[in-house]
């Protein structure tokens, strides 16, 4: 249950929907179970928020183990005591209660700052620091200024953590000022909202995903996505989507106005009327006659710390760890490597084991080549053999995402997850531990910190699973493909 008052979180539903505001306000327990990805995301920005306490030191925390009540009644009388730095203060206006991070108290008055474990400002993070400052203003006579602290996307680690440099600061004063009036009666909607006896009839729409998608998405889409229905359609806007869905078009085959669409939904269409794939063999055919043999698909695993670990690199930059590589043409053809900070060491693998192919097959190869032509950057005496890496690349995602070939119970998703699974009619994924690649990430940490032998060697084979099982699906989706174009 969230609780009385509106929070921050509250009030930011409430800008997404009614509904979700009133069931998250009302109805908690209907909320969507947090998957993996988010739950480390959330605590990311638990751990970022903690380091920037480090920029003003030795401030109390009102929250530690304390009551929403207590935490207010003890930020009032840090208040009067005149604290320089209260971390959680808790303040209530109007029926709105925020947690500020860090309030200062300056010379001319009091700061606030609310940090961000992200490199860009967006428009819901504006909303929600107005809404605090709207509460700060009303609650504190010498309240001056309200600033999203976020990550310096620019700084670079040279030995120790510049805490100074790696944060960056933006007051958000003039939004706030302009939205106080906005602030004043948007809350005054919310509280009605609140007060209501039933839940808002609240039709899904584009807004059930914008900013985020809704918490309680599957409470409210409960059998509406059917086998035929329009929302496994890919590669179409929500706004169309729903322009059917709202004129009583709810099924794929009930769309009757193809020619007005674009030729990929038109496929799609075909596809899912005639409940068989459209494939161009002649165009595959053509493709694939640029596969240079001896070939073998390749995958590589990156993880991208928020706080740089390594000298030289920045916040979230993409540090290669794990790469594997499967083939038909080698007795051994999975190699490994699994280098912790050693950039060099890792593209010295990298050169060795791919030098007796003449094509690599990747599915999507934008984080391939990217990470490779950083590694050509740094490491100036390697880079033509790490150019001639990127040259090799044969991403056969272009054939699923130009739809060479398309199967109907893609249902919109071209991940190779989502495409081997159907092409293939088995999952290769199905045994592995980890499933995504910020879990990959996380796993990684945890494997540079573990310090016990056996729990280390099984995050690694977990980790080297995951990223064998991409090059596994990329290697046999491929070897299909090229079959299928032959089949007459
Ligand atoms: S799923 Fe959509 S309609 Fe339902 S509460 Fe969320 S935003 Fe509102």
Known sequence: MAGSYISKTAFIKFEQCEKSFFLYKNHYYLRDKPDVDKQLTFKRGHDIGFLARELFPG???VSENNSKENAIALTLKFIEEKAPVIYEATFVYNGVLVMVDILVLGKDGYEAYEVKSSIKISE????DACLQFYVLSNCLKNFRDF???TVNSEYVLKDELDIKQFFKRRSILKDALKNIQYMQERINHAKLVDERQSIPNIEIGPHCFSPYQCDFFNTCWKGKITENSIFNLGKVNKEELFNWYHNGVYEITEINNEKNLSLPLQQQILAWKQKKPIINKEIIQHYFSKLKTPYAAFDLEVWGAAVPTINGTKPFQ???FLFTLKSNDYKD???????????KNFALALIEKTKNYNSLLVYDKSLESSVINELALLIPELKEQLINITKKFFDISEIIQKQYYFHHLFNGNFSLKAVSKVVLEENVFQSEQISTGLEAMNAYVTYKLE????ERQIIKDNLINYCLADTLATFLLAEKLMQLSKVE
Do not use: A, Q
């Not at 053809?333 to 950039?343: A, K, L, Q, S």
């Not at 310090?451 to 056996?454: G, L, S």
């Open 333 to 343: 053809d999975v190699f490994m490597e699994f280098n912790t900070d050693d950039r």
């Open 59 to 61: 401030g109390i925390d």
């Open 147 to 149: 600033y999203l602290v």
């Open 451 to 454: 310090k016990n032998e056996i």
């Open 124 to 127: 819901t993070y504006i909303k």
């Open 318 to 320: 993409k540090i290669p």
